[in-house]
């Protein structure tokens, strides 16, 4: 019923938009995709990049996080896995059979999740699925490389400023994590892009995409 009502629907990806068209029979014209806004409070940090033991950031650990096949791809890379949100006890007995160096950070406020994000090397989002996407932006931001999945919404979300990896392939996320260890250049590149994409995010760029829908209201 309200679906029927109102005169526009805004999701905040295609992805999510073709999901609600799958389970609603509607005008696909009538929903306009307009993304999420990263916070302002995100800003880039400096960071002198650790080749020989980097610090690799896992920003959740639900089923869809997919940080099994991650601690899979890490296996025998020099690294600390640093990990936000609460571990199973099976998550626990991986890390420990693949011999990855970690921490575990859980409850973190809005500040020290900002600090983890600045403490970190690079960051991993290889996800199953995702209705957005925000740990690619938030890594955008603070100056750090992502590798991120090549399905669901973060293609949208990273652009150009990600490696995308097949969420499913150990081999392939393994291969973007050396990549990024031991290419200079594409990690500059990355981290460049990643700054450049985070302003179609912005609070002025998105309240736009608003404004012109009222404005066709």
């Known amino acids: 019923m309200p679906v029927a009502r109102v005169k526009w629907i805004t999701v905040v990806s295609e992805t999510t938009k073709q999901k609600l068209l799958h389970h609603v029979s509607i005008d696909p014209e009538k929903v306009v995709v307009i993304p999420n806004v990263i916070s302002q409070e995100f800003t880039y940090v400096p960071n002198n990049f650790n080749k020989i033991k980097p610090t690799i950031l896992q920003v959740g650990t639900k089923y869809n996080k997919n940080l099994e096949r991650t601690i899979e791809a ?32 859980i409850g973190l406020t809005d500040e020290q999740l900002r600090e983890a994000y600045a403490e970190s090397d690079i ?42 990896v097949n969420p499913l392939d150990v081999s392939e996320i393994r291969s973007a994590f050396l990549s990024l260890i031991e290419n200079d250049v594409l990690r500059e590149k990355l981290v460049v892009r990643g700054l450049e994409n985070v302003k179609r995010f912005s609070n002025k760029a998105v309240a736009q995409m608003y404004l012109d829908l009222y404005k066709k209201m």
């Open 74 to 105: 890490l296996n025998a890379i020099p690294c600390t896995l640093m990990i936000v949100g609460k571990l199973s006890d099976e998550q626990v007995k991986r890390l420990k059979r693949n011999n990855i160096e970690y921490i575990n950070k």
């Open 123 to 164: 960051v991993t989002f290889v996800s199953l699925f995702e209705g957005f996407g925000m740990p690619i932006l938030e890594a955008n931001a603070t100056g750090r490389p992502v590798v991120t999945s090549s399905c669901s919404s973060m293609p949208e979300v990273a652009g150009d400023a990600a490696l995308l």
